[in-house]
């Protein structure tokens, strides 16, 4: 199961590599999207993986129980990402009204020199 | 239980949701976001005083002891960045009630505004390293509204750069400390910096510190990852610059300095020896980059580059005296940047544009003025009694004492560099005749318009109270630094001393567990896997009921 799941992290993070490489905004963003995925699927599984038992301690007083730790701090980060995600579409889209394009080497509106412009 | 230190964070935040929903004026909402800044300076002084006499405070929430619960702790560096950030915070909160548009206030500027504030606070003020990333979330998150607040097209355009190297930082960030917990076992600063020494693999312990290294060196605009920074700075309101170039890039490097001191404690010559190079480089290309451009203000996001450097230089020597060298550098470079910000925003106004070549004549027209900038430049580059002189005779002083003569040519080599760029805006905007002679035309206080792009006519928004101000109160405090800066470097070495020597730290967070292990000489006791963490504990619960049980008994 914990090779499973490294190995899926492993391919997951190099999916999102190649989409964040893009020059394509949209491609960029699927890439992040998947790569803080990645990041809490590390968490989950350096916390160490419990099968079929509960977190903390059952009224049964059973040996075995999971680390309800890394839930926890997944859980955070999961909340907070989706926020930036959410707000990171929004930011695309508008600078794709913007800007007219979502090819990031097109987007120099912010980087024009003013005095190579006017000779 | 010391209510001071979540005080600290309380404040600026109560500010932010108190300016949004009491009122819906612009005036109103800047004086109650000004009134919470003084409250904030005063609790920042009070804390300063505190630590200066009695050693770190901590906080444990929620009455979890550490290591189960969130800690917080000002140690003196927490306490004089919270200073610095409260002083900081007042002048530019001041500052944006004369600078910022009524649209963008009634956006929520201020809102955004100070829960940024709140969020640099409390990644100054927390000792777990998790709750360090949530407050850098709340820090980011802030800064991303304010930097679309108001959109135009070239705001978007530098948010979309910003947003999307930040992201991955924060990225890289979370699976740093996944990784640090998956090896340690714990999240907290001062359990850390007893548990990872004892770690087995060490190796894997130095990639997650590369992983830290690259993940707070993206937010504090180190090489090569700083090309965010110039791309985005100059297209946000004065007032955001100023508040983005003092603080964001600096809370990197604060992390930077609790990460290879605190949490992994010890000799790492290969992370210190690249932060060192990094530094170099970064010191070098932040003054090139400056001589290469024309805008005031992207000369000047450069200088915060150039900045980064020197404290790098001062974290990676890794001694005590080094690191008060950068502790120093980093009071000195927050002030600085956000009074030259500041009065960058005063030349805008004066002239309508930040263009060095529709500048001009700013020298005999305000003379006063003139010589405000010319205290700051020469501040910045370091020319004796002033601020900027101390703070990198510190660094020189700590780079004899390596016998670093490298470290030693480039810091006086770069700080004459500095001269040249800053010199070309002195002479351009200052000295040179104004370049439109002829049509001046004035207008009232408008806020924040884009300047000077299309017309051929200057400009002139006369700048009001709100804007001097706060450039006088900045500029008598680097003054009086200059003229004093003793005082300081006490502080600033007693910050490294509390650094590269956690007792104080470790006995505030941990007063049972520091006894007990001695500072972690036994490896048995200290569980090797997370889940083996919480029996321990349960045990020690169980033991405790199971002797009051036989105590009634």
Not at chain 2, 491 to 513: C, F, I, N, R, W
Request: glycine fraction near 8%.
């Amino acid at each position: 199961m914990e090779i499973l799941l490294s190995l899926l992290v492993g391919v997951l993070m190099s999916v999102s590599v190649w989409l964040m490489l893009s020059r394509n905004l949209v491609k960029f963003l699927f890439g992040l999207v998947l790569i803080s995925n990645v990041a809490n699927l590390i968490i989950f599984k350096v916390g160490g993986l419990t099968r079929g038992a509960p977190a903390l301690i059952t009224d049964a007083g059973s040996e075995v129980y999971a680390n309800s730790l890394p839930q926890a701090l997944v859980l955070t980060a999961i909340v907070i990402g989706f926020g930036l995600v959410s707000f990171t579409l929004v930011l695309a889209f508008k600078a794709y009204q913007a800007t007219g394009t979502v090819d990031v080497d097109d987007m120099t509106a912010a980087e024009q020199r003013h005095d190579q412009e006017k000779p | 239980m010391n209510g001071l230190l979540i005080a600290c964070i309380l404040t600026p935040m109560l500010t932010a949701v108190g300016s949004f929903i009491l009122t819906s004026s612009a005036k109103a909402r800047g004086a109650i976001s000004v009134a919470g800044s003084l409250l904030l300076l005063l609790l920042a002084t009070v804390l300063l005083y505190q630590v200066a006499n009695g050693g770190p405070i901590s906080n444990q929430m929620g009455g979890w002891q550490a290591p189960m619960g969130i800690t917080l702790i000002a140690d003196m560096l927490s306490a004089m960045l919270v200073m610095v950030t409260a002083i900081v915070s007042l002048s530019v909160n001041v500052y944006a009630m004369g600078d910022i548009s009524k649209d963008r206030v009634a956006g929520g500027f201020f809102t955004f505004l100070n829960m940024l504030i709140a969020g640099v606070i409390g990644a100054f003020l927390t000792g777990d390293l998790f709750n360090l990333y949530v407050w850098f979330e709340v820090m980011l998150i802030s800064s991303f509204a304010l930097l679309v607040l108001g959109g135009n097209k070239v705001q978007l355009d530098g948010a979309v750069k910003y947003v999307a190297i930040n992201l991955v930082s924060t990225v890289l960030l979370l699976t740093a400390i996944g990784l640090l917990y998956g090896l340690a076992g714990t999240l907290n600063m001062a359990d850390l910096s007893v548990r990872v020494p004892l770690v087995e693999s060490q190796a894997l312990v130095s990639v997650v510190g590369v992983l830290f290294l690259v993940a707070f060196g993206i937010k504090a605009a180190v090489f090569p990852l700083y090309f965010w920074l110039p791309a985005s700075y100059h297209t946000l309101p004065i007032t955001v610059t100023a508040v983005f170039a003092a603080l964001m890039t600096k809370v990197g490097i604060y992390a930077l300095m609790r990460t290879f001191t605190i949490v992994f404690p010890g000799e790492h010559t290969m992370i210190d020896n690249t932060l060192l190079c990094l530094g170099l480089v970064t010191m070098v290309l932040g003054v090139f980059g400056a001589m290469t451009h024309s805008d005031v203000r992207r000369i000047l996001a450069f200088h915060v580059i150039g900045s980064i450097g020197f404290m790098l230089i001062g974290l990676g020597l890794g001694s005590a005296l080094a690191m008060g060298a950068a502790i120093f550098y980093m009071v000195h470079g927050i002030l600085i940047k956000a009074l030259l910000f500041m009065i960058a925003g005063i030349m805008g106004k004066l002239r309508g544009s930040f263009e060095l070549s529709r500048l001009g004549g700013l020298y005999q027209d305000r003379p006063g003025f003139s010589m405000l900038f010319l205290l700051a430049a020469l501040s910045l580059i370091g020319i004796p009694p002033l601020s900027g002189f101390w703070a990198k005779l510190l660094i020189i002083e700590a780079g004899l004492h390596h016998d670093a003569t490298l470290v030693i040519i480039f810091v006086i080599l770069v700080s004459l560099l500095t001269f040249i760029p800053l010199i070309r805006i002195w002479s351009e905007a200052f000295w040179k005749p104004c370049p439109f002679a002829s049509t001046v035309r004035e207008e009232k206080p408008s806020g924040d318009k884009p300047l000077g792009d299309k017309e051929d006519e200057l400009t002139v928004i006369p700048p009001t109270m709100f804007a001097w101000v706060p450039v006088l109160g900045l500029s008598l405090i680097m003054l009086l630094i200059g003229f004093l800066p003793g005082k300081i470097i006490a502080l600033s070495d007693m910050a490294a001393e509390g650094l590269m020597k956690p007792a104080a730290y470790l006995e505030t967070v941990l007063p049972e567990q520091v006894n007990k292990h001695s500072f972690g000489t036994s490896v048995e006791q200290v569980a090797e896997s997370p889940a083996e963490l919480l029996p321990e504990s349960a045990a020690k619960q169980s033991n405790k009921l199971n002797n009051s049980n036989e105590e009634q008994k």
